[in-house]
Protein backbone atom coordinates (compact mmCIF):
# COMPACT_ATOMS: atom_id res chain seq x y z
CA UNK A 1 0.00 0.00 0.00
CA UNK A 2 1.45 3.53 -0.89
CA UNK A 3 1.65 6.40 1.76
CA UNK A 4 -1.78 7.97 0.76
CA UNK A 5 -3.27 4.44 1.59
CA UNK A 6 -1.70 4.22 4.90
CA UNK A 7 -2.71 7.84 5.61
CA UNK A 8 -6.20 8.02 3.88
CA UNK A 9 -7.42 4.31 4.27
CA UNK A 10 -8.84 2.20 1.39
CA UNK A 11 -12.30 1.52 0.18
CA UNK A 12 -14.19 0.30 -2.71
CA UNK A 13 -14.17 2.53 -5.39
CA UNK A 14 -17.08 4.97 -6.35
CA UNK A 15 -18.50 4.21 -8.14
CA UNK A 16 -18.53 0.23 -7.78
CA UNK A 17 -16.42 -1.40 -10.59
CA UNK A 18 -14.80 -4.36 -11.75
CA UNK A 19 -11.28 -4.53 -12.78
CA UNK A 20 -9.41 -6.13 -15.83
CA UNK A 21 -8.96 -9.52 -13.77
CA UNK A 22 -12.63 -9.41 -12.84
CA UNK A 23 -12.36 -7.97 -9.22
CA UNK A 24 -13.38 -5.16 -7.24
CA UNK A 25 -11.57 -2.18 -8.04
CA UNK A 26 -10.42 -0.25 -4.60
CA UNK A 27 -9.42 3.42 -4.06
CA UNK A 28 -6.90 5.06 -1.46
CA UNK A 29 -5.35 8.15 -1.02
CA UNK A 30 -7.06 11.39 -2.21
CA UNK A 31 -8.77 9.57 -4.49
CA UNK A 32 -10.82 7.68 -1.91
CA UNK A 33 -11.29 11.01 0.13
CA UNK A 34 -13.09 12.60 -2.80
CA UNK A 35 -15.40 9.40 -3.48
CA UNK A 36 -16.47 9.68 0.23
CA UNK A 37 -17.40 13.01 0.13
CA UNK A 38 -19.41 12.21 -2.95
CA UNK A 39 -21.05 8.64 -1.30
CA UNK A 40 -21.97 11.31 1.31
CA UNK A 41 -23.60 13.66 -0.55
CA UNK A 42 -25.65 11.53 -3.25
CA UNK A 43 -26.85 8.92 -0.20
CA UNK A 44 -30.49 9.47 1.23
CA UNK A 45 -30.86 9.58 4.88
CA UNK A 46 -32.44 6.18 5.64
CA UNK A 47 -31.01 4.24 2.58
CA UNK A 48 -28.66 2.93 4.62
CA UNK A 49 -30.61 0.56 7.05
CA UNK A 50 -27.95 -0.39 9.97
CA UNK A 51 -26.39 3.80 9.26
CA UNK A 52 -30.26 5.37 8.79
CA UNK A 53 -28.82 8.82 9.55
CA UNK A 54 -25.95 8.63 7.22
CA UNK A 55 -25.90 10.93 3.91
CA UNK A 56 -26.64 14.37 2.77
CA UNK A 57 -30.45 13.77 1.41
CA UNK A 58 -29.50 16.18 -1.57
CA UNK A 59 -32.65 15.02 -3.34
CA UNK A 60 -34.61 16.57 -0.40
CA UNK A 61 -34.65 19.82 -2.67
CA UNK A 62 -36.30 18.07 -5.90
CA UNK A 63 -39.33 20.29 -6.99
CA UNK A 64 -37.44 23.22 -4.51
CA UNK A 65 -37.39 26.63 -6.79
CA UNK A 66 -34.16 27.75 -8.04
CA UNK A 67 -33.72 30.50 -5.79
CA UNK A 68 -30.93 31.95 -3.55
CA UNK A 69 -32.69 30.69 0.04
CA UNK A 70 -32.77 26.67 -1.81
CA UNK A 71 -29.29 27.33 -2.85
CA UNK A 72 -28.26 28.55 0.90
CA UNK A 73 -30.28 25.80 2.58
CA UNK A 74 -28.01 22.97 0.38
CA UNK A 75 -25.01 24.59 1.04
CA UNK A 76 -25.72 24.62 4.77
CA UNK A 77 -27.06 21.18 4.35
CA UNK A 78 -23.20 20.22 2.29
CA UNK A 79 -21.50 21.80 5.12
CA UNK A 80 -23.13 19.91 8.32
CA UNK A 81 -23.26 16.88 6.74
CA UNK A 82 -19.49 16.53 6.00
CA UNK A 83 -18.54 17.53 8.91
CA UNK A 84 -20.51 15.27 10.39
CA UNK A 85 -19.07 12.27 7.86
CA UNK A 86 -15.78 12.99 6.55
CA UNK A 87 -13.30 13.07 9.47
CA UNK A 88 -10.73 13.63 6.81
CA UNK A 89 -11.17 16.73 5.48
CA UNK A 90 -11.53 20.49 6.63
CA UNK A 91 -13.89 22.45 4.29
CA UNK A 92 -12.30 25.60 3.52
CA UNK A 93 -15.67 26.45 1.79
CA UNK A 94 -19.11 25.70 -0.33
CA UNK A 95 -20.57 27.40 -2.99
CA UNK A 96 -23.99 26.31 -4.90
CA UNK A 97 -24.47 28.30 -7.95
CA UNK A 98 -27.37 27.62 -10.43
CA UNK A 99 -26.25 25.51 -13.50
CA UNK A 100 -25.23 27.18 -16.79
CA UNK A 101 -28.29 26.25 -19.51
CA UNK A 102 -30.69 24.65 -16.80
CA UNK A 103 -32.65 27.07 -14.82
CA UNK A 104 -33.73 23.21 -12.57
CA UNK A 105 -30.48 22.72 -11.59
CA UNK A 106 -27.40 24.17 -9.51
CA UNK A 107 -23.64 23.13 -9.79
CA UNK A 108 -22.05 22.19 -5.59
CA UNK A 109 -18.61 22.95 -5.11
CA UNK A 110 -16.83 22.05 -2.13
CA UNK A 111 -13.03 23.04 -1.21
CA UNK A 112 -11.56 21.76 1.32
CA UNK A 113 -8.14 20.72 2.60
CA UNK A 114 -7.15 17.04 3.85
CA UNK A 115 -6.56 17.11 7.45
CA UNK A 116 -3.36 14.93 6.91
CA UNK A 117 -1.81 17.16 4.38
CA UNK A 118 -3.41 20.18 4.54
CA UNK A 119 -3.28 19.54 0.41
CA UNK A 120 -6.29 21.55 -1.32
CA UNK A 121 -8.76 19.80 -2.43
CA UNK A 122 -12.30 20.13 -4.52
CA UNK A 123 -15.57 18.44 -5.36
CA UNK A 124 -18.21 19.08 -7.95
CA UNK A 125 -21.66 17.91 -8.50
CA UNK A 126 -24.94 18.79 -10.17
CA UNK A 127 -28.41 18.70 -7.68
CA UNK A 128 -31.41 18.37 -9.79
CA UNK A 129 -33.61 20.84 -8.68
CA UNK A 130 -36.83 19.89 -11.02
CA UNK A 131 -37.92 16.82 -12.31
Known sequence: MNNGGRIFGKGISF?????????????????????????ILLTEQRERLRLANFGGSLNLYLFEPNTVTTRQLIKDRITKELAQW??????????????????????????????????????????????
Open 15 to 39: PPRVGPDGRVMWSEGEINVRESVRV
Open 86 to 131: EPRISVESVTVEPEDGDPQAVVATINYKLVATRAAQSVSLNVVLAG
